[in-house]
Each structure stands twice: as C-alpha cells, then as structure tokens.
C-alpha cells in the first residue's frame, strides 16, 4: 500500500504517529511513502484528484487500489489491521470516550485554528484569492482556541491523557493542533497553562512525536 | 442509562436513527428518554453542564454515571454494545471508508451548515449576541454547502449509499444535515440533482427516518 504525505502540514502528522504509536514503520515496512509537495499543488494534479477528488492529504492507496482519504479514517483502517495497542479504546465504553474527546478537541481547537490559519497572513501570501479573508472569522477563531486552551488546561489538570490514563488518538490530535497552532498560527497555548503544559512536555517526549 | 435527547436539533436525531437501526427501542426499552428544552436553554443549567461542560445536547449517562456527550461518541458506545447490523463498517477496509465519508459529509456539509445556520436570522432572534453575526461567513458557507451537494450527486449517481451498497453513520449524518438546511436554514438542495434526490427519497422511507 502506498501513504500520500506530507511533512509539513498537521493532519498528515496525525497518521505518522498513530503508525509509530503501533510499532508499524513508515521506511522499510510494508508501507510505500510517497512525499507529496502541497507548495507546488501536487495533491490537485489529475492523478491526486482521482484517488481524493477533494485535493486533500494523506491518502492511504491499498494494494487493490481502494484510497481512504481524512487522517482519521485512515487510522481507524489500522486500528482494525492491527489493534494493539488500542489507540481508540479498548472497550465499548472507552471507544465512546475516545469518539467524544477526539471530537472535541476537532471541533473546539482544530477548526479554529484551522480557520486562523486560513484567514491568516501565510496563506494570504502562498495562496492568494484561495480562500477569502474573513477578519472577523479570524479574531473570532483566535478567540475560540484561546478559550479552549482554557478548558484543556483544566481537563488535564484531572488525568494523564485526554480521554484519562491510556494514551489515545485524542491527544495525537491534540498534539499536532498545538504544534501547528505554535509554529505556523502564532495560536501557541499560554505557557501559564500548567496542566497542558505538563501534558504537551510528556506526550512530546514519546519518540512517537518525531514522526 | 439516560439518552439526554432534543427533538428539533439535527445532532440529536442522529442517535435517534441509529439506535431505531440497530433495532434499539427508545421507548419500553433500557434508555431512558429525557427530552431537554434547548429554547429554555436547559443544557446549559448546572446539572447539564456537570454532564456535559459544553453545554450540548445530546448526552448519555451510564448507569455509573459516566457521562458520553457528541452524537458520533454516542453511537460508536451502541456500535461497541451491539455490533450488528453494523452501521461503522464490518471490516477494516470498510470502517475506514465509512469513517472517510462520514467526515466529508461532517467537514463538507453538516459544517458549512451549521455556520450558516448561526448567522441566519432564526439564531439572530432567538438568541440575539450568542453569536457576533458574520454575513460573509454566511454566504461563504451556503455556496461551500451547494458545491458539496453537486458533489454529493455525483458520488450518489455511482452508489446505493454514501460508502457503498450498505447503510452506515455516514447516510444517516447526511440525512439529518439535508433535512435540518432544509427546514431550518434555507438550504434546501436544488431538485435538480437527481441522484441526490433518489437517494433522500430512499433513506427518507426507512422507518428510521421517522426517529
């Protein structure tokens, strides 16, 4: 099988974890890497569109040539290919939790950001008339993330990870949100959020991170 | 346990369908059905927010007083209990496609929906200064919603149901998101596509839908 990726952006980053977090390599194992440069728009070239016909990345191509596109999915496909250790939960009950805390965190923090990030001045520059701008959306966003930062930091004040003592896709998603909110939205949490800050230095720290 | 559950809103519905699919009765069986009064606001009072911190509806209470808010969450916790028929995938190749198409629907309409939706006027009179109005937002996101439903002619012109030839989470978040822009935001999808209207007729006759 062949996994469309790309460094840089965040989501991409969700399935390289997820994959070292399950010991399964990305170099020398079963999976074929294929770098795909977004800058130049090689995600919405005729061959890209026809394995994802909304021009997005990663995409996991199967040997029988079935594309599963959202990171996501693509997750959930190696969950049931290989499911130790549980990265959506382990039970019906946990299975719920992880759902609700993963979604969470998408909705409350990756989507404002991502809408920052949109109307924001990298994109203005690289993609000009791409999307357009929307000043309040922005501050409206910027707004958004910092309150949920808020409420991470008080979530984590009362467990180990997210969804509560087992890592989970919850805090992959949480990871990578925050590091591209830091280097690339100027969205970086309040270091005087201890709890996260505790919590991004140990989830950091998992060689898992460097994916 | 407790289904918390509101009959107007769209993300309550589709646990509602889901468990009517699964053949989970709301009535007479072990859910008890608490119908909460969004207008009056009660998902936000004290013993709501204890259950949910968001303050959104809907929740399910365990019987120890675990609490499971986001639609989605819910309905992974029932896949988990009761496995068959299954509506996230009976494979892995088939739960990541399931979880692709019920993400683009989410990302692509039910999203785009939602933002119209508050910056509508029905949100504007009910609940003046929740939300800062924002027009463009507005009328980016109702021609965000109509390119996502040509697209959604397109795939349906090709398959029974959004992830292939069996039923799942995906045709039911579909289902709720065209009917709630129909009914509530104005967004109705143009008569015209074909395939769309082939298939909301389809799943529309499945008892569920009355859910």
Same mark, same amino acid.
């Given at each position: 099988?062949?996994?469309? !990726? $790309?460094? +840089?952006? +965040?989501?991409?980053? =969700?399935?390289?974890?997820?994959?070292?977090? *399950?010991?399964?390599? #990305?170099?020398?194992? &079963?999976?074929?890497?294929?770098?795909?440069?977004?800058?130049?728009?090689?995600?919405? &070239?005729?061959?890209?569109?026809?394995? &994802?016909?909304?021009?997005?990345? @990663?995409?996991?191509? #199967?040997? !029988?040539?079935?594309?599963?596109?959202?990171?996501?999915?693509?997750?959930?496909?190696?969950?049931?290919?290989?499911?130790? @250790?549980?990265?959506?939960?382990? !039970? +019906?009950?946990?299975?719920?939790?992880?759902?609700?805390?993963? /979604?969470?965190?998408?909705?409350?923090?990756?989507?404002?950001?991502?809408?920052?990030? %949109?109307?924001? +001045?990298?994109?203005? /520059?690289?993609?000009?008339?791409?999307?357009?701008? &929307?000043?309040?959306?922005?501050?409206?966003?910027?707004?958004?993330?910092? %309150?949920?930062? /808020?409420?991470?930091?008080?979530?984590?004040?009362?467990?180990?990870?997210?969804?509560?003592?087992?890592?989970?896709?919850?805090?992959?998603?949480?990871?990578?949100?925050? !590091?591209?909110?830091?280097? #690339?939205?100027?969205?970086?949490?309040?270091?005087?959020? $201890?709890? #996260?800050?505790?919590?991004?230095?140990?989830? $950091?720290? =998992?060689? $898992?991170? *460097?994916?």
């Amino acid at each position: 099988m062949k996994l469309y !990726d $790309s460094k +840089p952006a +965040p989501n991409p980053r =969700r399935v390289r974890i997820f994959l070292a977090e *399950k010991g399964m390599p #990305l170099a020398g194992g &079963n999976i074929e890497h294929i770098e795909v440069d977004i800058a130049r728009g090689e995600q919405r &070239n005729e061959a890209a569109l026809a394995r &994802n016909p909304l021009g997005q990345i @990663p995409v996991l191509e #199967l040997d !029988d040539g079935t594309c599963i596109s959202e990171s996501v999915a693509i997750c959930r496909y190696f969950e049931g290919m290989q499911p130790e @250790p549980p990265l959506f939960g382990a !039970d +019906p009950v946990a299975q719920g939790l992880v759902e609700m805390w993963n /979604r969470r965190v998408e909705f409350g923090l990756l989507g404002p950001v991502g809408v920052a990030w %949109r109307n924001g +001045p990298i994109v203005a /520059r690289m993609a000009p008339g791409r999307f357009r701008q &929307n000043e309040q959306a922005k501050e409206d966003a910027e707004e958004a993330a910092r %309150r949920f930062y /808020r409420r991470l930091d008080g979530w984590l004040a009362e467990r180990a990870f997210l969804a509560g003592e087992d890592y989970s896709i919850a805090d992959i998603t949480t990871l990578c949100t925050v !590091d591209f909110a830091t280097a #690339l939205v100027d969205l970086a949490p309040d270091p005087a959020l $201890s709890h #996260l800050a505790r919590w991004h230095a140990e989830v $950091s720290a =998992r060689p $898992s991170a *460097k994916a």
